[in-house]
């Protein structure tokens, strides 16, 4: 079973939201900024509230675009996964154990079609599909590659929320603190 079983992934900024967090039904949470350390505490909390955490290690300070980062996020911050737009990363993160999110941005057409291939390339377990306010490309893309799709990015309201998951969206990520638990 994949770790979305709740369909809001709370994508956090502010690691002042984790004490909400381990109150209400997600099972996965996206940590999208902080250092090092303070990453590594909140994923403590997390795990142990049973959520699973993924750590987006292009945004976090203190790691680099390295390897030896995707380790430190395995070894140190004890994370589940990782978040990356960058393939590399992707490659030994899914060598070393940890679950692992590509995320695509759909600026043009050229940036979707080289999305795919770099998914098709890299074995993500997860895609990333951004921003989330465009049900048909979130189809395309489902119909193009075989990993599970969770979109996000300017999702503000529940009825946008309904209709990426309608468009075959497994789970929504969303930092807009109200759409954490409407399921």
């Avoid at 303070?38 to 142990?48: F, M, P, S, Y």
Wanted: with cysteine; hydrophobic share 45%.
């Amino acid at each position: 079973m994949h770790p979305f079983v709740y369909p809001i992934v709370p994508a956090i900024r502010d690691l002042k939201f984790v004490e909400k967090i381990v109150q209400i039904p997600v099972s996965s949470v996206f940590l999208l900024e902080g250092d090092i350390f303070n990453t590594q505490n909140a994923t403590q909390k997390l795990k142990e509230n049973g959520k699973k955490v993924f750590v987006h290690i292009d945004l976090i300070n203190g790691l680099g675009r390295d390897e030896a980062s995707v380790k430190l996020v395995k070894e140190f911050v004890c994370a589940d996964g990782i978040i990356t737009t960058r393939s590399n990363l992707i490659v030994f993160a899914n060598r070393i154990g940890l679950m692992t999110v590509q995320r695509i941005f759909l600026i043009d057409s050229k940036a979707v079609e080289t999305g795919i291939q770099q998914i098709k390339k890299h074995k993500a377990n997860f895609v990333e599909v951004l921003p989330g306010l465009i049900p048909d490309m979130i189809r395309f893309i489902k119909q193009s590659v075989e990993q599970p799709i969770i979109s996000g990015g300017l999702v503000s309201t529940e009825n946008q929320v309904k209709k990426i998951l309608a468009a075959g969206a497994i789970a929504v990520s969303t930092s807009k603190e109200n759409l954490w638990n409407i399921f």
